[in-house]
């Protein structure tokens, strides 16, 4: 039987051997990580919950809203802080139908099964960038699926499922070689050009990328203009992003600047309306048809 | 040491620990603080060296065991767990505890403040210099998948430990409180200068 110093020192040295094999030789330590979340998860999701209460939702400041609606937003928070527990329950309830049934409305031709779950959090290392939310494979979620805030924007994809939790890649800390395609919304109806945006580093939160120069058809007009404030959302059906995130918004173009290469087309800073980083629940949107089940909260819609 | 006290005590800083550092995350590249270092610090200030390496080891596998890395584009390689970066770093940083604790005011939360600045910037390079090592000595196949930004995540981990004096100062304070249920054997009348145990 070996002293504690004995097994100190071997726990040690396996641990040194074991940050320095190879990826296939470790893999088999990727499956702790799930019951490991899960452990953790009855106390660090309320934690970030009370987190997320007591700082707001994480709205990315508006530019270019005119007074009247800084007057509206700040009656609302004023309104919004008077009422009473219950009624603020049945507003939030109000807000959640509304959001899952414009997130079917994005694509009516598409079944797709929303089912909002609460989010457990970044690792304790946050340089990890994976966000882990509380549903697995038991609740029907796979990898690919896609994972939206409020119904309709984009927070990323699942990339790892587990028994009762999976991971999802934000699309502010993809890495660098990936790109997310989207099109500029020069109103709610119009479709504009089409921006390749990537993550300008794994922290800072927003997407940077090149405007595709789109003239007017009639070639009288002059070329579209970018300004800051406008609604980027996913046109990706090229890559990898399945037909049922089509759409979704991606953010709000916070900046644009011409591109030093081509002064005629523009760079814009695009940044999510609601910060990745504070949602506290987010809806995985699961296409219909797999015949995986669906767990508590599950809603179906799309086409009957 | 009560081991389930210092167990409990473990499980409830390493669930708040992401909760708190995305929640007092500043600036670019952002620094975060930890909760579970000063936690490290104090124990290596007032249990025996192998208990405390065996506390740091443990706190820190935890710490990596809950941390994916890698699979950062989409339908590539899948997130994987490295065990290391967090158990050495802590050991190392129980271990320079360890040392120095005789020179130490060990009941004050300043020492732990203190202290776990130090051992989260030792925590921050020996990390930082694994996670580099990984990807310089590991390539294609045998590669993480990722792309481990060195330069910005040692940056961002160094900043985070000067940030770490906060919490080090916070949770050193309750962690005293705390003190007599963790029944350190020896704990009590250790003066300055005197003999390492």
Redesign the interface.
Known sequence: MPS??TS?TL??LL??V???L???L??W??H??GP??V??????QP??SL?VWF?GPGLAVRADESPEMQVLREQRDQYALEIKQLRQQVEDFRVLTRDLSRGFDLNPSLAVKQMTVPVI??????????L?VRAGRRDGVS??NVVAIRGVHLLG?V??VDERSC?V?PIT??????AVGGVVMLSDETLGPRVLLKTV????GVLRGLVEYLADPSGVAPPVTITPGMIVRLQDADT??PQSAQMLIIGQIEKTEPSPDMPLRTVVTVRPVHEI??ASEVMIRIPDGDGSPGGPGTTTGGKP | MRWPVALIVGWVLLALEPVAREALRLGNPSASPSLVVPLVVFVALFAPGVTAYWAALILGFLVDVTTLRGGLSTGGVPPMVIVGPHVIGFVAGAFLVHTVRPMMMKKNPLTIMALSMVVAGLVAVVASSILGMRELLLVGSWGDGGEYRALSDLAARLLGSLYTAGTGLVIGAILLWLHPLFSFHDSGGRRAFSRRS
């Open positions: 504690a110093r100190l726990a040690i641990v040194v074991l940050a320095l190879p990826r296939p470790i893999t330590l990727t702790l990580h490991t979340t452990l953790l998860a009855p106390l660090q934690a970030r987190v700082r959090g970044f690792g304790a290392d946050t340089s990890g960038g994976l882990t990898v690919s994809r990339v790892r991971s890649l800390r993809m890495s660098k070689g990936e580093d794994g922290t800072s990898r992003w980083e504070r």
